[in-house]
């Protein structure tokens, strides 16, 4: 790996932006980097477009024309099955074919999670592909396994999902044998409910992991942990939470600013260097996630996506292929 | 309800300020209103030295004398069942035996919660006793049902709490009809794991609630809920990251204000207005919560109490009373 052209299909309808700000992240992720391709799938004629619009190289791009459209809101099992003729599903069959190397979309989060397990499939041994979102804290970067796919998991899953996260976290953001916490309600062993109790022990035995014990949600902004383990309803309630308090207390903060013309002048002086830190804190702008032990790569881009997300999402697909990440995830979990 | 006295027992070695600040927020409530009386169980010298140090009204305290204290970190059924001649076992005793109205505690939530089920009882016809702090929102104030006690819920269960939970916060903070919401990572009917797809269609069909359906964790810091339900676990995850969250925003902010000179007079002019501002969003600040559906009240106070808060949770049970709380949870759910 690591030295030939890396084909890249791009969801061009998905997300809140799609379809220009999608073309124009295409755009910038093609000028930064080498080393790949770009299959645009969608509306033939928005991409011819946005092709000469953001000056996309041609010999870098090709187009997967496609007719129909998954909403965010539609029921993403139906929708897989029905919209054959989606960038979703022509893109992901792409990949599943060996005709691509891997799919990003800022698309329905449910139909793209339910595509990469259908369409795309899991890696031999793979009980269910985690989603996981790279999060800040206080320390840098962790990477919370599961968010997404798997809202009933098992404790099997569960030890997978570490062990996935741990080589996805080591290799992307280069820390060395990342702590591995269970996300939980307090930090003694007994502690948690039926599903947590379970895995506990399991971690513990795990030799490929660095684990060490329940994480509780409050300590998880402080960075107490590097890959956070949960299943897919608790680690939502977290990175939502997150993001969400976030959001509340900066416009509280923005409330206050503005309050009078004394804490005007006073927001004036902290402003560029606050909205500059605070960018680091935002959830939301730390690119895609990808949903990890598929045959091939899907990265989910954030719905509300602007083009440097895009760009961001593309690269990780990239970066994710010259570190050859599933080849690692087979070594360490001894598929096959 | 609501003319006679109110007997209220205090846990005085509960907590981390314990006995200090225990003993000065009794002093606080009692200057602060009449009709109730306080029995101060812990050590009788350090209770004693209370009593005259912080000046409390001798006709209304009495002093519950206990020699074991159960510690944080100890596995609380244990230390329920082996205790017996601590603050928490004997406090509670005196509510199962009717010789007071309800028991206040900031030591640890598991001996707390133990206890109110064990010792003081539940309710006929109340499955499970559900923790419901209030949280603060960009809109006031909302109250989570459950966020310690039953972390594998039923979805009966879950039913019973979005009553109570109801009924507690629009009688405590006047919310009138109160929004109940589920919490879940979706905000369509099919979304969410097993026990949520069991319980959504019984809220729905529970006609003492004013049901709104699923609420994201993203939405309740900005109060799209009154009421949010939850089994523990869940509850647990919001509640702490969104400590957690505020408490490492705010780290970054105090940095960057901290940074260079001109920050620094920026946030003179600010400090005092964000400061207040900041402390209604103070989740730890919220007083006590109560364990619901019990034979009796057990007020669980946040570990860290100061004397206000401490203060507070006894009010907070003085007016639990006088608004015939549970009397009112008796006639909702048609208990008995």
New interface residues.
Partial sequence: MGQENIRIVLDVMGGDNAPSCNLEGAAKALKEKEGFSLILAGDETAIKEGIDKYDLPKDRVEVLPTTEIIEM?E?PVMAIRKKKDSSIVKGMEMVKKGEAEAFVSAGST?AVLIGGQTIVGRLKGIRRPPLCPLIP??KGTACLADC?AN??ARPEMLVQFAQMGSIYLENMIGIKNPRVGI?N??A?E?K???L?KETFPMLKECKTINFIGSV???????GYADVIVA????G??????????????M???K???M??T??K??????KK??KE??KI?DVSAHGGAPLLGLNGLVVKSHGSSDADEIANSILEAQLFYEKDINGQIKKALELD
């Fill in positions: 809101a029921p449910g804290t206080e997404g809202v009933d996300l309600v307090g003694e007994e948690g409910n039926a947590v509780e949600a409050r300590d998880v902004p402080a299943d897919a309803f608790s939502n309630i977290l990175l939502k939470t997150y993001e969400g308090t976030a959001k509340s207390l416009k509280i903060i409330g206050v600013m309050s009078s004394k804490t002048i006073g927001a004036l002086m902290i260097e606050l830190t605070l804190f």
